[in-house]
T-cell receptor, first 110, second 115 residues
């Protein structure tokens, strides 16, 4: 599975949009981009995933560049409860396992 | 809501004891996983299973063992606990083989402390 690069930390003001970037320049054609988050020491929580089209659900939006070498997770109106570590992962949909990197520590400030 | 359960939530135990961490899911998922995570550090995959009687070692070497006798149950065992085993252990499961959506559902974790 392709490797991803994320900034180690980001800050965001409460109520503003949080835009979390992820680089995956070695992504292959059949690899999906997944986003998870981990709040404190809880188990990670699935947020969203996509292949090449932009995706939106009740939690977030995922924007994937046309060349698929990078993506951005958007939390449109960040709240204090969105403070967490956010993981960007690329893998084949039928891949056997998910490898988590270091992720981005997002801190939402009041 | 994810239906995957881990027990105990916290465990403090002495060196040399045998322990089993329980993980059960009611979603009928074929694939199950164990991850290990130290505070502030990455999650590391230590075991996974594709189905009954299937178990594989993960990316991080671990002295623990696992079994998969029933689809819904994936216990992790340490025959002789040591202080170096102190960590958080997270269990996860994912959808049926061939399913389009392979998102993982995680349990709440077991925080193990070996004295």
């Amino acid at each position: 599975d392709a490797k991803t690069t994320q900034p180690p930390s980001m800050d965001c003001a409460e109520g503003r949009a949080a835009n979390l970037p992820c680089n995956h320049s070695t992504i292959s054609g059949n690899e999906y981009v997944y986003w998870y988050r981990q709040i404190h020491s809880q188990g990670p929580q699935y947020i969203i995933h996509g292949l090449k089209n932009n995706e939106t659900n009740e939690m977030a939006s995922l924007i994937i560049t046309e060349d698929r070498k990078s993506s951005t997770l958007i939390l449109p109106h960040a709240t204090l409860r969105d403070t967490a570590v956010y993981y960007c992962i690329v893998r084949e949909n039928s891949g056997s396992r998910l490898t988590f990197g270091e992720g981005t520590q997002l801190t939402v400030n009041p | 809501e994810a239906d995957i359960y881990q027990t105990p939530r916290y465990l403090v135990i002495g060196t040399g004891k045998k322990i089993t961490l329980e993980c059960s899911q009611t979603m009928g998922h074929d694939k199950m996983y164990w991850y290990q995570q130290d505070p502030g550090m990455e999650l590391h995959l230590i075991h996974y299973s594709y189905g009954v009687n299937s178990t594989e070692k993960g990316d991080l070497s671990s002295e623990s063992t696992v079994s998969r006798i029933r689809t819904e149950h994936f216990p992790l065992t340490l025959e002789s606990a040591r202080p170096s085993h102190t960590s958080q252990y997270l269990c996860a499961s994912s959808g049926r083989q061939g399913a389009y959506n392979e998102k993982l559902f995680f349990g709440s974790g077991t925080q193990l402390s070996v004295l």
